[in-house]
């Protein structure tokens, strides 16, 4: 701009030639084309104008007609408020400081509104007198806006954050997270505290809110699962539940699943706990259970009774299924609530998030560590629920159809276990088209059985084999682990392997297992079918 100044012809100015400007003219102008700062000088009555190069993007088309020119000349859709501001500064000698002064300016023919944090400075002359005004004038616009937006979205979280406490809050399972290595209560839902209602716990370790769970393991089991970071499924595990600390108890039977929270470095940092109290349920499967064996009682030289035996095994059996099927049902429910509402949410905070991250760094802003971290848990949190929804109802299954959804489970076994898994399929049997009653028996035999192998069997290997020969669809699940012996075959309380047996027998097939000790496992299911339908 320097040499601008030396060619413009200032005699045509009310400021005059260069060689008569005073001297507190020519330091002024000298200190503003040296400022790395956005300046400008406005010198005498007219209020000429004197610019640096870093004023000089703020002008747009103006420059370099501005460079001299009165400032009302060229500024005139601002000077309505500019001159109060002149006549303030000429007149008392005080400095005026504006932050983030909202402007609407037409530098380039266009209407914008911009932001300017601006100081306005007398400068006077040799006899002390103001004779004009110094400005430095910042443009904060992407500043603002970007403020701005980030306050909209950081609404927008909290709204969804809020969505989200009261899906949490109104679900119908317990849930409660745990964090750290001392099992720390951090949220529950009330469900969980319809659990304990006279317990305070939260802030408190699991160890000091309800010492009965470390004398029945659970808090063991907690550590477990924090230390080896991998989830835990249990289905009516016997819990003592006491009303208070010393008070009376009774004995429930709960559902639930212990999965580990990851932090950003993808380290164990909390354990959350969903689940159901399925006691009637387990009462009412005891129940079951006694009168079939009252039946079965009064077989023996009673033809009478071996009619009512047969109805009532029928009735059992429709009742068992009855109630597979409401399982069924209410798993597809859970996953489907979960992904639809649990799911949708974490996915908008994670892109509300991530937005607000890309324009502050579009702002030249500093990376906001608290947002980073947001991102990484909302990852993390989306990849919890993705996990939980495929072990209530692998959507595979569905979609894809059980032989996909055989070796698809299969890669979970090897993905989240030690145990390697192979799920070899024939031609023939992968050509059938099973109804989606066989293909929900299949999988669930299949699965009970290879969460068998992954708890007690202590193998390294196993195998899914099926094959279709004869109008006969065969499955085998083959480990080689330690072996069943004939006396857990024979025990009545392995309700796991009751429940292969009696899935099997709905739809007229046969389960076998047979075992031996260092050898491993094998379970061998036939079904017979009838017309089949090709893929």
């Given amino acids: 701009m320097g040499a601008l100044v ?45 610019y640096n190069d870093a004023y000089r993007p703020l002008l747009g088309l103006r420059h370099p007609v501005a460079f001299g020119q009165r400032t009302q000349d060229c500024w005139p859709e601002v000077w309505h408020f500019n001159t109060l501001i002149y006549n303030r500064v000429l007149s008392t000698g005080e400095c005026v400081h504006l932050e983030d002064q909202e402007y609407v300016i037409v530098p380039s023919g266009i209407s914008e509104t911009r932001y300017f944090t601006i100081t306005y400075s007398p400068t006077r002359d040799e006899s002390g007198s103001v004779c ?57 839902n009330a469900a969980f505290m319809r659990l304990f209602p006279r317990y305070d716990v939260l802030g408190k370790s699991v160890r000091q809110a309800i010492p009965q769970f470390e004398r029945q393991g659970l808090v063991k089991l907690l550590d477990q699962v924090y230390l080896s970071g991998k989830p835990f499924l249990a289905y009516e595990m016997p819990v003592y539940l006491q009303e208070t ?43 079951l259970r006694r009168l079939n064996q ?87 949190a989306i990849e919890t629920v993705r996990r939980v929804i495929a072990e209530l109802r692998p959507s595979v299954l569905d979609q894809l159809g059980v032989w996909a959804a055989l070796e698809w489970y299969a890669g979970q076994i090897e993905e989240r276990t030690d145990l390697q898994c192979r799920c070899s399929i024939s031609t023939g049997a992968a050509a059938i088209n099973l109804d989606p009653e066989r293909s929900t028996m299949l999988f669930r035999v299949v699965q009970e059985a290879l969460t068998n192998v992954v708890r007690h069997a202590a193998a390294s290997h196993v195998k899914i084999s099926v094959g279709y020969h004869k109008h006969t669809l065969s499955i085998e699940i083959k480990d ?33 297992i047979s075992g031996e000790p260092g050898v491993g496992t094998t379970v061998v299911l036939r079904l017979p079918l009838g017309p089949i339908s090709l893929v």
């Fill in 6 to 50: 030396r060619q413009i012809d200032w005699a045509k100015t009310s400021l005059g030639p260069i060689r008569d400007w005073p001297a507190s003219l020519r330091i002024a102008v000298t200190m503003a084309l040296d400022s790395p700062l956005p300046t400008i000088v406005l010198w005498g009555t007219e209020l000429i104008q004197i």
């Fill in 132 to 188: 004009g005004v110094y400005i430095v004038a910042t443009e904060t616009t992407r500043r603002v806006l970007a403020e701005r937006e980030n306050i909209t979205l950081l609404k927008a979280t909290r709204f969804a954050a809020d969505q989200l406490q009261q899906m949490f809050d109104h679900a119908p399972s317990f849930m409660a997270l745990l964090k750290g290595p001392e099992h720390i209560f951090d949220i529950m």
């Fill in 245 to 287: 600390l010393d008070g009376p108890g009774n004995q429930r039977y709960l559902d639930f699943v212990l999965q580990p929270i990851r932090n950003a470095d993808g380290h164990v940092s909390a354990i959350f706990v969903d689940g159901s109290d399925t006691t009637e349920q387990h009462h009412a499967r005891l129940e």
């Fill in 294 to 380: 009252k039946l079965t009682d009064k077989v023996d030289g009673l033809e009478e009774a071996q009619t009512e035996l047969h109805l009532s095994r029928s009735t059992l059996r429709k009742l068992i299924d009855h109630q597979e099927s409401i399982k069924e049902d209410e798993r597809k429910r859970i996953a489907r609530d979960i992904h639809d509402d649990l799911g949708a949410v974490l996915t908008g905070i994670k892109a509300n998030v991530s937005v607000s991250i890309d324009r502050s760094l579009r702002a030249g802003q500093p990376e906001d560590l608290l947002l980073m971290e947001a991102v990484e848990q909302a990852d993390t």
């Fill in 480 to 512: 080689d682990g330690k072996g069943i012996d004939a006396q857990q075959l024979l025990d009545g309380e392995s309700w796991g392997i009751l429940g292969m047996h009696e899935r099997t027998r709905h739809f007229g097939g046969e389960l076998n």
